[in-house]
């Protein structure tokens, strides 16, 4: 074999005999050095390397490129790069990749192959096939031949040929750049290209000019610029046509729309090959005569969500229809009512209602994508019209027939038979009419036909279902296998039927009485001038209006309370929470580390490489023994074996890298290790946390049980495995004491030997206890303490030491022993000196030698025994650390659930880790740290005191490193200080800490893989006494100065590696950050790119992606895709890849094209993308190879293309706000995918430790999308994507990444308000519109409710809320409520009191919260963290968020305006000022909460209802405590937000924003910026959005028209006129304003004087006519009260009408007023807001009651003693 690899020439190998030169450049790789295989590299130990590095050079018998020197160095991927004008460095890229893919696949082969040397077939093919499968299926799709033409013969030409295919398809996939968003259109080029690939291996030759046939393209760059970049340019001018954006979705081509146009056959007609320029695909055509858009048209209206998820609402609709007709019987049970044949009938008009929404659905459909149709596809028109005919058609069918029903019966006077026969034509048409649906309904039941129907591409199937939906490419065959089907179902069965009862008989049938009462009421005295005559019909609307609104949203409530149910089932049946705490770790701890061998070591392989059944059961069955310890599963690991050194290395490792994040202390790691065996100890020697005490309660047996015999004693002490392994371990290790330091040869050492082995014999024949007394142990136990104490101290007395040897020495010989013996007996038998020189008194004088201080590995043991010796305590509280307990625990935990065995590390799948990152923080500044606010609090004070005990364990190690003075830290230890505080925030450098952790595990899983049994017991033996080296510095322990100068990084298991575990682990792993704006910063001098190039330093398997300006002058610039490394041997940072970009890498949205541009230099089969906010964990990288197995086991039908990991929210310490940022979201990423991903099988792809099959997603589109806008969310659109196109999402609970938060209230909202947005932005979208069309009914129910829904029906609350109030307020001024209560159906009326529905909506979305908790934490402790959230107005924020999501979600379907909103990640610890607060939440919180405000009030004034004040109560509790949360909590969780004096500067500042005039300024300096900036939204918006919002604000109006008739003024009169009247004085006060604001303008300045005139002349004029009024009217002072909440909202209506119609006032002069009369508003709602926040703020107590509710009692203790100090400081 070895001969084998040697007969290649090296890459550049010619220059190996040239004549001696200086010494080369060395050639710069990134994993492994392919241009010299005969390099010192580990990965080149692999003969399959050298296999695939070998295929690659069989270019012997190819015809040669003309024009170009061939060099013998050159591979297949040169010689395709030459003929078809690749890259060069694209080129090599994708040699490394398909190297390192082919090496790592044939590794996996099993069995194994018989000469690894050589390619395999099967390999190649398998490859081939899956990253050309969705090429295959597209040509089929378009009745295309594939241009693959490989034979079934396995031969080297046939092996060759297949690598040119897939080497190609990767050539042009690595340059594409941004069209890798369109993977069809990459389809289209790779279909030519492969088709000139052909005619080049066939020899054809060209028939223009008569030579071998040549591509179309070649050159130098020839592929970028003459086919890339046209299609690129294209793009970007569509994107610059959509003016950032802001243009409608229906003027512009998005990604979606390029690629779409390769779903059909006219890009063959229209493109052709070589590529005709003058396409009108591309932008160089105009507009009017270029293609538009293709295969969907996004139109912003609220209908979408209608037209997307249509089935859902017919449903809602029909039932609402249908419960109403049986409900208005009022029978008792609804079953009752529908044995009456006209109730039955009646139902019949369901279909009406049917045909009709199918009408509304096809006017929808025309309405929205009419501008599809154009000359090439004129069939799309002909298809919307006839559906719009045709259900058009059933519709007048169902009305003539049901009226032909009616007629008969009436002419009849009874059901007759002629009746009945109607009824029956009827039916039958209905039949017709739901065929289709009786089909889907089998073909539900059948779900592999479906599947197998979508799936084939003949024409014939295209003509049958021509009809239903247009055909697509993606969206077929995406039914699910009959066990998934019917899980669902089932749940969804039963939600339904939850739901409708639930509705019909405490939602539809209570109000059928109100209503009939309302619409029965004769006389109702209006208080107003009523427009409808007499009848009831408004309130009749307004009483149902609520009602409805709660019927169409409660199914998102039913939804929440049975996927906690199912999703704690499942998490109980997964063995989730089963080990809660470190205490239950404990009791399980023996049985850790079988669990552990078998979880996380492979097996040996046998040679039959499926998993059997036999073998499959095996596995179950061993996993039940290790999980409850059935059957000595453990069987008592003696440290003889190695699995134990095996668990003990592990088990160690994982404690170090504790030790390493501070998260535990020296001693702590001393009590938590598993020590290796040494001091001839017999037993495995547990960590110290299980053994103390143990020996105590031994001894205690003893003396109880002196008199038994041997066994009974044994038999009790063996019966806890810890007492046994205690009570030897005691034992052996006084032996090996005593003899140690009693000295070699001296008389002393034979008597303790002779003593000892006479113990022995006892114990062998079993008399132990009849041949000594055992009341004696106690004394010699304390006499040992004192010894080893003894020994421990730096100072030792030896006096002391022989005084106790001799007492010990008295205690055995004479007390002890039962049977007294004489001093010659005891000379006898060797226990006394032989000379009687040696005088008793002198034993041991002058026998005793303690180690020296430097044998640091002595001194560590005797530590662990005097720990087991003397330790009374049950160490509960070890690890201290919060963080540290959940961790232990949750691994405990993990391992006793079900995952895949892990393969050796050579048999795993290889992966790579992306993370984009702009320009965050990679470490903080020491000016970071130090900066203190105005509270004098720093960002580092703040740390020190919300993690203390990590502080401490951090200058704990500081000093053991050799730090002298606590002071030193910022000069000497700067760097490490700076580290420890970034990896406590959401820094780069956390991130790249917790990834390299895979790395760390991959290079000890290669160690433990190929270590023999002898290193591995060699090597614990040589780390513990080197780890007892580094770390003995305690302060009674005689640390060496040595020590100090071992350095922290060296330790642990990579002290044994052999050298070749990096190469192991490079093969599998590697970490790609796509640091964007890398280059710039370099540039700028930027100490971000310092801090970067030091991650790259000390990571060896980190890779930073940027994109490279290059500036040619003349403004051009050539921008580069480049991936650098730091090279250790050269010391500095290298560049490895430089491949060109067709332009500017940002088209579409940034972070994925960030990812994207980056994806070229991941390697492996899967990518993990983590974000910049992620952590990881040690011990959690080593479960990473058995997560990567899911790949190879089918879910359901299919095997997994996501694998979802959950996550571990770290953020929640910080505040009281991150804590319930954290609940809300730890719920959602746990209980709510677990879900999500089984039974429901919708479980997309939301946050970010996904993996990814890395070769499916590739050629598919990516791991996102990146249209502008509409894809703001842009990893969800992946998830959609992997749906639609036929892959398996699945979730997986045994792996945790770390992921953090927005910790402050502007972070959360601005991060809610960039979600809601986003899925304002998805309801727009062809994904959401194709998954609710393709999905069967029950999925889709599915995916709206946990996705769209769950934002629709959090702003259908809130509209919920408007319309009740507005419907009450309505009753109350117009008088109906007096009426009724007058009348006798008062009973009636107050059922719709109990309009609770905001709290049972707040309610049940906690409820996942706190059943996840009570799964993972225990019942009482979720119901004491819930009863503390609640303490700390958790639903005050719950609430507050509520509207945020609302408002924003709202907003963009209306008008749009979703945009990234960079959240900051830091620590929140400085108060937001009250302008910054007004700013964020005006528009979507505080005027929204004061026009509730400001309804409830004008209700409790002239309410009949309100009267009594219980009821009041009652009926608007709910709705007060909506206005409260949101007008308060921007100030309840704002830091120091009830501090008098900032309060009073906060007032100030807000003064001067309002009244601030100047140019050019910004939104946070002037209102008027800011307020242009609100109304963006309406510049942007269509005119249906102009006119919706005109009409909503209308309803101001109504406040003025109802209160005006109440006033005294009008004296009761209901007459038109008064509400005419009332507008003069709205006219008379904006005549005043304008009046003073002319004379402010002309006189304030000058003529000062006139201007006081001016005003005075208006007050007196104001006051003689208020004077006149009351004297001469019913006009009373109350109603100048009255009126002002009349007349204000409708001031408030006209400004924001006018805001509309902005545009044409702009340019006249009613403008100024309107921006003059807005400033007022503002100032008003300014005070509105403030006025609760002073109040507070003035009284005492509430500010240090804010910051313990807001932070932890630590950091509000702290930063009281901190604002003493301050304030010394400035006295």
Not at 1539 to 1562: P, S
Request: proline fraction near 4%; include cysteine.
């Amino acid at each position: 074999m070895n001969l084998r690899q040697r007969q290649y020439p090296t890459r550049g190998g010619d220059g190996l005999h040239a004549p001696p030169a200086p010494p080369p450049m060395p050639v710069i790789y990134n994993i492994i050095p392919i241009h010299d295989l005969l390099a010192e590299h580990p990965s080149l130990r692999y003969p399959e390397v050298r296999a695939a590095a070998a295929a690659l050079r069989d270019v012997t018998d190819l015809r040669k490129p003309p024009f170009v020197a061939w060099g013998s160095h050159m591979d297949l991927l040169d010689w395709l790069g030459i003929f078809f004008g690749f890259q060069n460095d694209n080129v090599r890229n994708q040699r490394e990749h398909m190297v390192l893919h082919l090496a790592n696949a044939q590794m996996r082969l099993q069995p194994p192959p018989a000469s690894p040397g050589v390619l395999e077939t099967s390999v190649l093919r398998r490859f081939r096939r899956k990253l050309l499968r969705n090429y295959a299926s597209w040509c089929s799709f378009l009745g295309r031949k594939s241009q693959i033409s490989v034979s079934s013969r396995r031969d080297q030409k046939n092996l060759r040929r297949e690598l040119l295919y897939v080497s190609l398809y990767l050539l042009i996939w690595g340059e594409s750049a941004n069209l890798r968003f369109a993977p069809e259109c990459i389809c289209y080029i790779y279909h030519h290209m492969a088709m000139e690939l052909n005619y080049v291996l066939d020899d054809k030759i060209d028939e223009n000019t008569g030579r071998p046939f040549l591509p179309s393209n070649s050159g130098d760059c020839a592929f970028l610029k003459c086919v890339v970049m046209p299609i690129y340019q294209t793009i970007k001018t569509e994107v610059e046509s959509s003016r950032n954006g802001t243009a409608p979705h229906s003027a512009w081509r998005n990604y979606d729309d390029i690629n779409e146009y390769f779903w059909s056959n006219r890009c063959f007609k229209s493109l052709k090959w070589p590529i005709d320029y003058g396409s009108n695909f591309f932008a160089t055509v105009s507009k009017g005569k270029r293609v538009g858009k293709t295969g969907f048209v996004e139109q912003r209206t609220f209908w979408n969500i209608f037209r997307s998820f249509d089935k859902l609402w017919v449903m809602l609709i029909l039932f609402l229809q249908a419960a109403a007709i049986v409900a208005w019987t009022r029978t008792d049970y609804p079953w009752q009512a529908l044995d009456s044949r006209d109730i039955q009938v009646e139902l019949l008009t369901v279909f009406i209602t049917w045909g009709g929404l199918r009408f509304l659905q096809s006017l929808l459909d025309a309405g929205t994508q009419y501008s599809l149709v154009s000359r090439e596809t004129m069939l799309l028109g002909v298809r919307m019209v006839l559906k719009s005919v045709v259900a058009l058609t059933w519709t007048v069918v169902f009305g003539v027939l049901y009226g032909r029903i009616w007629s008969q019966k009436n002419a009849d006077g009874r059901w007759s038979y002629e009746a009945n026969q109607r009824i029956i034509a009827f039916l039958k048409a209905v039949l017709v009419f739901i065929i289709p649906e009786l089909l889907s309904i089998v073909l539900f039941v059948l779900p592999w036909i479906r599947n197998w129907i979508e799936e084939l591409d003949w024409p014939i199937v295209y003509m049958l279902t021509w009809w239903f939906h247009s055909r697509i490419f993606v969206g077929r065959a995406l039914r699910e296998g009959l066990v998934n089907n019917f899980k669902y179902t089932v749940f969804w069965i039963l939600v339904l039927l939850s739901k409708f009862s639930f509705s019909y008989f405490l939602q539809i049938k209570p109000l059928v009485a109100p209503t009939k009462a309302l619409l029965n009421m004769k006389k109702v005295d209006y208080n107003w001038h009523e427009f409808f005559g007499s009848t009831n019909r408004v309130s009749v609307v307004l009483l149902w209006v609520p009602v409805i609104l709660i019927y169409l949203m409660d199914l998102q409530i039913w939804y929440s309370i049975f996927s906690s149910i199912v999703g704690a089932v499942i998490g109980l049946f997964s063995h989730l929470g089963e080990i809660r705490n470190i205490g239950q770790l404990r009791l399980r701890f023996q049985f850790f580390a079988s669990a552990m061998q078998f979880n996380l070591m492979p097996e040996e392989q046998l040679l039959s490489p499926k998993a059997t059944l036999v073998k499959k059961l095996r596995d179950a069955i061993r996993r039940l023994k290790l999980r409850y310890g059935l059957g000595l599963a453990y069987n008592k690991i003696e440290s003889s074996q190695v699995e134990a050194t095996r668990f003990a290395l592990l088990w160690n490792e994982i404690m170090l890298t504790f030790r390493e994040e501070d998260l535990i202390s020296d001693r702590e790691l001393e009590l938590l290790e598993l020590q290796p065996n040494c001091w001839d100890i017999r037993v495995i020697r547990w960590p110290c946390i299980l053994l103390c005490n143990e020996l105590l309660l031994a001894l205690s047996q003893a003396t109880e049980l002196a008199d038994a015999p041997d066994r009974w004693l044994w038999l009790k002490i063996c019966k806890n495995e810890y007492t046994r392994c205690a009570v030897i371990e005691a034992y052996d290790s006084i032996k090996y004491l005593l003899l140690a330091i009693v000295k070699y040869g001296t008389e002393e050492n034979a008597i303790v030997t002779t003593f000892f082995t006479e113990i022995e014999n006892y114990m062998q024949i079993g008399k132990f206890t009849e041949a000594y007394r055992m009341t004696v142990l106690p004394k010699m136990h304390a006499n040992l303490i004192s010894l080893v104490e003894l020994m421990m101290k730096p100072e030792k007395d030896l006096s002391k030491a022989v005084n106790i040897l001799q007492a010990l020495y008295e205690l055995s010989v004479r007390e002890f022993p039962r049977v007294k013996r004489s001093i010659s007996q005891l000379r006898q038998e060797g226990l006394a000196p032989r000379s009687s020189a040696t005088d008793e008194g002198l034993l041991f004088e002058n026998a005793v030698k303690f180690p020296g201080a430097e044998d640091a590995f002595f001194y560590r043991q005797l530590r662990r025994l005097h720990t087991i010796l003397s330790s009374r305590d049950s160490m509960h509280n070890v690890p201290v650390n919060i963080e540290a307990r959940r961790r232990i625990a949750f691994f405990g935990n993990s391992l006793f659930m079900n995952m895949p065995r892990a393969p050796y590390v050579e048999k795993m799948l290889a992966f790579s880790v992306l993370t984009p990152y702009y320009d965050e923080e990679v470490v903080f500044s020491k000016e970071m740290l130090r900066k203190e606010n105005e509270d004098g609090v720093s960002i580092l004070f703040y740390l020190q005191k919300i993690y203390a005990d990590e502080w401490n364990n951090f200058m704990e190690r500081m000093r053991r490193e050799g730090m002298e003075d606590d002071d030193d830290i910022w000069s000497k230890k700067a760097r490490d200080l700076r580290l420890w505080a970034s990896y406590r925030g959401q820094t780069l450098s956390r991130t790249v800490r917790g990834m390299m952790y895979y790395y760390r595990a991959l290079k000890m899983f290669a160690f433990l893989d190929s270590a023999s049994e002898m290193d591995i017991r060699m090597g614990s033996q040589e780390l513990a006494s080197h780890g007892s080296l580094s770390r003995n510095s305690y302060s009674d322990g005689p640390g060496p100065a040595s020590s100090k100068t071992l350095p922290s990084a060296e330790s642990g298991v990579s002290l044994l590696f052999k050298g070749h575990e990096c190469g192991s682990a490079l093969m599998k792993f590697t970490y790609v950050v796509t640091c964007q704006v890398y280059g710039q910063q370099k540039a700028k001098g930027d100490s971000r790119a310092e801090e970067i190039l030091y991650l790259l330093k000390n990571n060896e398997a980190l890779r930073v992606a940027y994109v490279d300006e290059v500036h040619l002058g003349r403004d051009e610039v050539e921008y580069y895709s480049v991936l650098v490394k730091y090279d250790q041997q050269m010391q500095r940072e290298v560049e490895i890849y430089r491949i060109r970009l067709p332009g500017p890498l940002k088209l579409g949205e940034g972070k994925p094209e960030n990812q994207n541009h980056a994806i070229i230099f991941t390697r492996g089969d899967a990518v993990q993308t983590i974000d910049m906010n992620q952590d990881n964990y040690f011990e959690e990288a080593l479960k990473m190879r058995n997560l990567l197995e899911e790949f190879n086991n089918y879910y359901g039908i299919r095997k997994p293309t996501i694998l979802g990991v959950r996550e571990n929210i770290f953020s929640g310490s910080v505040s009281s706000l991150a804590s319930f940022m954290s609940a809300q979201e730890t719920s959602f990423v746990t209980l709510g995918q677990r879900v999500l991903a089984n039974p429901l099988k919708v479980r997309m792809h939301y946050g970010h430790p996904d993996v990814f099959d890395r070769f499916w997603f590739l050629p598919r589109g990516g791991i996102s999308k990146a249209s502008k806008v509409i894809n703001i969310s842009e990893d969800i659109f992946a998830g959609f994507n992997c749906t639609l196109r036929g892959g398996n999402v699945t979730h997986h609970e045994y792996i945790q990444v770390a992921k953090g938060k927005d910790v402050g209230l502007n972070q959360v909202s601005m991060f809610e308000a960039k979600v809601a947005s986003g899925n304002g932005e998805q309801a727009l979208s062809r994904d959401v519109y194709r998954l609710g069309h393709r999905l069967d009914f029950f999925r889709m129910l599915s995916f709206f409710y946990t996705s769209l829904g769950h934002y629709f029906n959090s702003l259908m609350v809130i509209i919920t809320v408007y319309t009740f109030l507005w419907g009450r307020l309505y009753l109350a001024l117009s008088g109906v409520e007096k009426a009724v209560k007058n009348s006798t159906n008062n009973k009636a009326l107050s059922t719709l009191l109990n309009q609770q529905f905001l709290v049972q909506f707040g309610l049940f979305t906690a409820l996942p919260m706190i059943v996840e908790n009570s799964l993972e934490l225990g019942f009482l402790p979720a119901v004491w963290d819930f009863l503390t959230m609640q303490l700390q107005l958790a639903s005050l924020f719950y609430t507050f968020s509520l509207g945020t999501r609302a408002h924003f979600f709202g907003r963009t379907i209306l008008h749009g305006g979703a945009k990234y909103r960079a959240t900051g990640r830091g620590f929140v610890v400085q108060h937001k000022s009250f302008s910054e607060n007004y700013r964020l939440y005006s528009r979507s919180h505080f005027v929204k909460a004061i026009e509730l405000g400001v309804i409830l009030i004008v209700y409790a004034f002239h309410s009949p209802v309100a009267e009594d004040t219980f009821v009041y109560i009652a009926m608007s509790i709910t709705s007060w405590f909506l206005v409260v949360s949101w007008i308060m909590s921007p100030f309840v969780f704002n830091p120091s937000g009830f501090d008098w004096l900032k309060t009073v500067y906060d007032f100030d500042d807000f003064i001067d924003w309002i009244w601030f005039r100047g140019v050019f300024t910004k939104a946070d300096q002037s209102w008027e910026t800011w307020w242009y900036e609100e109304q963006d939204h309406l510049r942007t918006t269509g005119l249906w959005g102009k006119l919706l919002e005109i009409i909503l604000d209308l309803r101001f109006f109504f406040f003025q028209y109802g209160i005006v008739y109440q006033l005294g003024i009008a004296g009761g009169s209901t007459s038109i006129v008064v509400y005419l009247l009332s507008w003069i004085v709205m006219v008379v006060v904006v005549a005043i304003y304008i009046t003073i604001a002319y004379a402010q303008n002309k006189y304030a300045a000058k003529d000062h004087i006139y201007y006081r005139l001016v005003q005075l002349l208006v007050i007196v004029l104001v006051v003689l006519v208020i004077v006149l009024l009351l004297e001469f009217t019913k006009f009373d002072f109350f109603d100048l009260v009255t009126s002002l909440l009349a007349f204000i909202p409708t001031g408030w209506g006209m400004i924001l009408i006018a805001q509309v119609l902005r545009p044409f006032l702009q340019s006249t002069l009613v403008w100024d007023t309107v921006v003059s009369l807005a400033r007022l508003y503002e100032l008003l709602f300014g005070v509105i807001v403030m006025a609760p926040m002073a109040l507070l703020s003035w009284l005492p107590g509430f500010q240090s009651m804010q910051t313990r509710i807001l932070f932890n009692q630590a950091f509000s203790r702290g930063l009281q003693i901190s604002r003493i100090l301050t304030g010394k400081k400035s006295n």
